[in-house]
C-alpha cells in the first residue's frame, strides 16, 4: 500500500492510500475536509465534497460503465462519470457484488 497523496513539502493535505497498482480508487485513511487540495497522481486536486475515513475517491477520470477495481478487482460499476478526487460511493457507483448474498436472499430461502 502507498500513501499517494502525501507530501508536505508542497502544502497538500495526504490522506489516500492506493491499496493495489491496478486501483482506479484511493481510500481515505483520515477525514479530508471539502476543498482540500490533495496530490492524486502528481495533479493538485481541490476536492468537491468531504471525504471520510474509509470512502474512496477516484484516481483517475471514470466515466458511467467503467468498473472500479479496489484490492486489484472489480468491485462494482460507475452509474455517473467521477473526475480524480470526486467521491466514490452508492451515488455514482452500483455494487458488482450478486445479491444472493444479502439479507433479502436469506429471507427468500428460509420464507421469511
Do not use: W
Not at 475536509?33 to 490533495?38: D, E, L, R, S
Not at 468498473?67 to 455517473?80: E, S
Not at 452508492?90 to 458488482?96: P, W
Request: contains cysteine; hydrophobic residues 45%; glycine residues 10%.
Amino acid at each position: 500500500m502507498e500513501d499517494v497523496s502525501t507530501n508536505p513539502a508542497s502544502g497538500r493535505s495526504g490522506g489516500f492510500l492506493l491499496l493495489a497498482p491496478e486501483d482506479n480508487i484511493l481510500i481515505c485513511v483520515k477525514s479530508v475536509p471539502q476543498g482540500a487540495v490533495v496530490d492524486i497522481e502528481g495533479a493538485a486536486v481541490a476536492l468537491r465534497a468531504a471525504i471520510e475515513v474509509g470512502h474512496k475517491v477516484a484516481r483517475i477520470a471514470l466515466a458511467a460503465g467503467d468498473k472500479v477495481f479496489r484490492y486489484g478487482f472489480p468491485i462494482g460499476t460507475m452509474t455517473a462519470s467521477a473526475a480524480p478526487g470526486d467521491h466514490v460511493h452508492h451515488h455514482n457507483l452500483a455494487s458488482d457484488y450478486l445479491p444472493a448474498h444479502g439479507r433479502d436472499a436469506v429471507r427468500k430461502e428460509t420464507g421469511e
